[in-house]
Nanobody, 126 residues
Framework: QVQLMESGGASVQAGGSLNLSCVAS????????MGWFRQVPGKEREGVAG????????FYADSVKGRFTISQDSAKTTVYLQMNGLKPEDSGMYYC???????????????????WGQGTQVTVSS
């Protein structure tokens, strides 16, 4: 079973940057869907950025396009989320999720079937 651990969350001012990391407990073989989700109290986790580790396909929520970048390291054990131009509405608990896939499975399926980390808190103040 894949175990995921997020890190990198912090409190920053609007306009600032953060780089979140998600380390997997085992090698992420080609063919995994991985994603970053954000959750605020009282709301469902929403997909923010996703990547198909078997290729170079990346996916972003409209609200973060052009500001966030998801990437993976060459060893395929860590996925990163570079967040620039942070806004107060980016605040929330950020979770990493992963599940085997052959093509990008979409946010709903990853949310339902994926393995999850414990989350890392991001707070953006105005």
């Amino acid at each position: 079973q894949v175990q995921l651990m997020e890190s990198g969350g912090a409190s920053v001012q609007a306009g600032g940057s953060l780089n979140l990391s998600c380390v997997a407990s085992e090698y992420l073989y080609k063919g995994n869907c991985m994603g970053w989700f954000r959750q605020v109290p009282g709301k469902e986790r929403e997909g923010v950025a996703g990547i198909y580790t078997g290729g170079s396909s990346t996916f972003y929520a409209d609200s973060v396009k052009g500001r966030f970048t998801i990437s993976q390291d060459s060893a395929k054990t860590t996925v990163y989320l570079q967040m620039n131009g942070l806004k107060p509405e980016d605040s929330g608990m950020y979770y990493c999720a992963a599940d085997p896939c052959r093509v990008w499975m979409g946010w709903d399926a990853l949310r339902k079937f994926g393995y999850w980390g414990q989350g890392t808190q991001v707070t953006v103040s105005s």
